[in-house]
């Protein structure tokens, strides 16, 4: 037998009596070495998971109540704390557990989420959406006024007429636009900065285009979706876990063949783009608002009609 083990021995920790408090780095390396913390690591990145952690630490400051303590479910948002405050190591271990539980739904949700767009990319694939779309248009007089002729003047020379794929991006813009209260010149400059007449797929082989146009679209959307309670009972995963599926689908579309220029299978993938985009909640807020931007963009792309789903079919598509 060794005269001296190869291992150091360590006293268990033994949470001190009384209450107990917890900051925002105490809480990262106390989740670190758990299980769930590598689970969710390898379902959508390190530097986004340590985000996602962050996140649920500053969603769980809102529980923080009157009387100093955390308190399970509650939305008290009790002063502007910095730590969370527990009154016994029982409480401690209560918040861990739910903080793991919220998180191992998130990833449940991720592959709920990962499954119906696939679904629908199989849906594209068989041409099944184009159907629906025909069947569900939204009037183009409901969102969109075309400019009045211009009358000719003697000695002027005639203002010939705009060109389709000109009116066509006019009408996209409508479409984007339509219900947007107040200045709406973010949205033309994201569309203006995207757009491709080429065929080619217009939003790159992750999220970031799409993301960057979102932030300038919808400016004053919340920093993060997710980690309380309501967040568990919706379809949808967290912004983080949302990004992760929507990235994955860009990324495919991005590498995968586009159909040629004027066929109708622009409509199959814009309505699958879109649908995923609803679906996965990749973004706090206007997730509608940036599936109709890649919609437009993939239209304007493909050089077909400009023929948009009304809201039913929007919603429909989303799995709202």
Same mark, same amino acid.
């Given at each position: 037998?060794?005269?001296?083990?190869?291992?150091?021995?360590?006293?268990?920790?033994?949470?001190?009596?009384?209450?107990?408090?917890?900051?925002?780095?105490q809480?990262?390396?106390?989740?670190?070495?758990?299980?769930?913390?590598?689970?969710?690591?390898?379902?959508?990145?390190?530097?986004?998971?340590?985000?996602?952690? =962050?996140? /649920?630490?500053?969603?769980?400051?809102?529980?923080? %109540?009157? =009387?100093?303590?955390?308190?399970?479910?509650?939305?008290?948002?009790?002063?502007?704390?910095? /730590?969370?405050?527990?009154?016994?190591? +029982?409480?401690?271990?209560?918040?861990?557990?739910a903080?793991?539980?919220?998180?191992?739904? =998130?990833?449940?949700?991720?592959?709920?989420?990962?499954?119906?767009?696939?679904?629908?990319?199989?849906?594209?694939?068989?041409?099944?959406?184009?159907?629906?779309?025909?069947?569900?248009?939204?009037?183009?007089?409901?969102?969109?006024?075309?400019?009045?002729?211009v009358?000719?003047?003697?000695?002027?020379?005639?203002?010939?007429?705009?060109?389709?794929?000109s009116?066509?991006?006019?009408?996209?813009?409508?479409?984007?636009?339509?219900?947007?209260?107040?200045?709406?010149?973010?949205?033309?400059?994201?569309?203006?900065?995207?757009?491709?007449? =080429?065929?080619?797929?217009p939003?790159?082989?992750?999220?970031?285009?799409?993301?960057a146009?979102?932030?300038?679209?919808?400016?004053? +959307?919340?920093?993060?979706?997710?980690?309380?309670?309501?967040a568990?009972?919706?379809?949808?995963?967290?912004?983080?876990?949302?990004?992760?599926?929507?990235?994955?689908?860009?990324?495919?579309?991005?590498?995968?063949?586009?159909?040629?220029?004027?066929?109708?299978?622009?409509?199959?993938?814009?309505?699958?783009?879109?649908?995923?985009?609803i679906?996965?909640?990749?973004?706090?807020?206007?997730?509608?608002?940036?599936?109709?931007? +890649?919609?437009?963009?993939?239209?304007?792309?493909?050089?077909?009609?400009?023929?948009?789903?009304?809201?039913?079919? %929007?919603?429909?598509?989303?799995?709202?």
């Amino acid at each position: 037998m060794a005269l001296f083990d190869s291992k150091p021995k360590v006293a268990p920790y033994v949470a001190p009596a009384g209450p107990i408090t917890m900051d925002r780095t105490q809480f990262i390396n106390t989740v670190r070495p758990r299980p769930i913390y590598r689970q969710y690591s390898q379902a959508v990145g390190l530097l986004p998971a340590g985000v996602a952690f =962050d996140n /649920a630490f500053t969603e769980s400051l809102r529980a923080m %109540g009157a =009387d100093g303590f955390w308190h399970f479910g509650t939305n008290a948002n009790f002063g502007n704390p910095s /730590a969370l405050r527990f009154a016994d190591a +029982a409480g401690l271990n209560f918040f861990m557990t739910a903080i793991e539980g919220m998180f191992e739904m =998130d990833l449940k949700l991720i592959e709920r989420r990962a499954a119906y767009a696939n679904g629908l990319k199989g849906k594209a694939g068989s041409k099944l959406l184009l159907p629906q779309l025909r069947a569900e248009t939204q009037s183009e007089d409901s969102y969109y006024q075309a400019p009045p002729p211009v009358a000719p003047k003697s000695g002027v020379p005639a203002v010939p007429p705009r060109s389709e794929r000109s009116l066509d991006q006019a009408r996209g813009l409508a479409w984007l636009t339509n219900g947007v209260q107040g200045d709406a010149s973010a949205y033309s400059q994201v569309l203006l900065g995207l757009v491709k007449r =080429d065929g080619s797929f217009p939003l790159g082989g992750n999220l970031a285009p799409l993301q960057a146009a979102w932030q300038r679209m919808v400016p004053l +959307a919340p920093a993060y979706r997710g980690w309380n309670n309501a967040a568990g009972m919706q379809k949808y995963p967290s912004n983080v876990g949302g990004a992760k599926v929507l990235g994955d689908v860009l990324s495919d579309l991005s590498t995968s063949p586009m159909p040629t220029q004027g066929s109708d299978d622009w409509y199959e993938l814009a309505l699958y783009l879109m649908g995923a985009i609803i679906t996965t909640q990749a973004f706090t807020d206007g997730n509608k608002r940036a599936a109709r931007l +890649a919609y437009v963009l993939m239209l304007l792309s493909g050089g077909v009609p400009m023929i948009v789903p009304n809201n039913r079919l %929007g919603a429909t598509l989303g799995d709202m």
